[in-house]
Structures are given as C-alpha cells and as structure tokens.
C-alpha cells in the first residue's frame, strides 16, 4: 500500500524571498518550536556548478516519529536527507526529502518545487509539494497498513501546514527587513 498525496500553496512574496525563508525554516528559535518534530538539521555538502549556475546541497535532517510509528516499530527518531537543487537562472528550487532509517518498515519521499507564479512571476510564489509514504512489513496486513499509512499521511499534512506558516513569517520578516534596507 502506498499514501501518497499532493499539495500546492501560493506565497504572495517573491521567489528569491521564498527561497530565502527556506533556507532559514529551521535555523530560527521560534521555527523549532513550531517544528517541534524537527530534532536536528546540518549540512553535509554544498557544491555550485559554475557552468549551469546551479546551487547543490545536501543535508542531514532528524525527525521525532510520529507516536504510532514508535509505538509500532519502537523507534524515536528517523534519519533523513534533504537534496537541494536551485536554478537561479530559471528560478527554480526543488527539495527533495527521503527517509535513510527504518527503511525496512516504512518509504516516505517528499518533493517540494518553489517557481515564481504565472500570473505573477515577480509577486508570487507557487509552492508545489507531492509525499509519498509507503509501510513495508504491513502489507500483509493491508487495513492495519492503510491506517498507519494514513495517520502518518495526516500528521505530514499537519506538519506541512506549519512549515508553510513558518515560512510566511520568515517572508514577512525578510520582506521588513529589505524594506528597511531601502529606507
């Protein structure tokens, strides 16, 4: 069985603003308390590619399970990495996130891409997010596998509603501090 669902949200701010607050989501004292389930974050590599102009990064993030994936396979935490792309150039910024523990019992990959709008290229911002979660040793055990599926896919919703809250703030911030700039 596989949980997979997608999501897109609009940030009335600038791509580079938006890319910005990305960046900064969990370096901020008042982000880790919002994200409270993000337990560390360090950067293992960074490189730029002098012929593309893109940016390459990659980092170690540590996440507190959610309570029925402890209560179930017995662990607290997970080990992930984060693979970043951006395209200054085309104006693009794609994240990719994948479990590198538990892989035994549970699969979750999230692709989140940052594209200025359409409509509004230089004003706006469209966030578009797509996860999948997949529990490996329930299959079996299919109705018991859709449940665990889904409360996990319910509390990435939940989360991914706060790191979107969390990055409005960042914007906003940013967007007080450049105007402040100007002055």
């Known amino acids: 069985m596989v949980k997979a669902y997608k999501q897109e949200h609009v940030y009335n701010h600038p791509w580079e603003r938006?890319?910005?607050?990305?960046?900064?989501?969990?370096?901020?004292?008042?982000?880790?308390?919002?994200?409270?389930?993000?337990?560390?974050?360090?950067?293992?590599?960074?490189?730029?590619?002098?012929s593309s102009g893109k940016l390459y990064a990659t980092r170690a993030i540590t996440v507190r399970c959610p309570w029925l994936v402890r209560r179930i396979i017995g662990e607290d935490i997970c080990h992930c990495v984060e693979s970043t792309v951006v395209?200054?150039?085309?104006?693009?910024?794609?994240?990719?996130?994948?479990?590198?523990?538990?892989?035994?019992?549970?699969?979750?990959e999230e692709n989140t891409r940052y594209d200025p709008h359409p409509d509004n290229p230089n004003g706006w911002t469209v966030c578009q997010q797509e996860?999948?979660?997949?529990?490996?040793?329930?299959?079996?055990?299919?109705?018991?596998?859709?449940?665990?599926?889904?409360?996990?896919?319910?509390?990435?919703?939940?989360?991914?509603?706060?790191?979107r809250d969390v990055m409005e703030r960042i914007c906003k911030y940013l967007e007080a501090e450049s105007s402040s700039f100007s002055l």
Request: proline share 1%; aromatic share 6%; hydrophobic share 40%.
């Open 131 to 163: 996860t999948r979660i997949r529990i490996k040793p329930l299959s079996a055990l299919a109705s018991m596998a859709e449940k665990v599926e889904q409360r996990c896919a319910d509390r990435f919703l939940q989360n991914s509603a706060k790191s």
């Open 18 to 50: 938006v890319t910005s607050a990305s960046w900064r989501k969990f370096t901020d004292a008042e982000n880790k308390r919002i994200l409270s389930h993000i337990l560390d974050v360090n950067t293992l590599n960074t490189s730029l590619d002098s």
């Open 87 to 108: 395209d200054a150039k085309s104006r693009s910024m794609k994240i990719s996130y994948r479990n590198i523990s538990m892989e035994k019992f549970i699969e979750v």
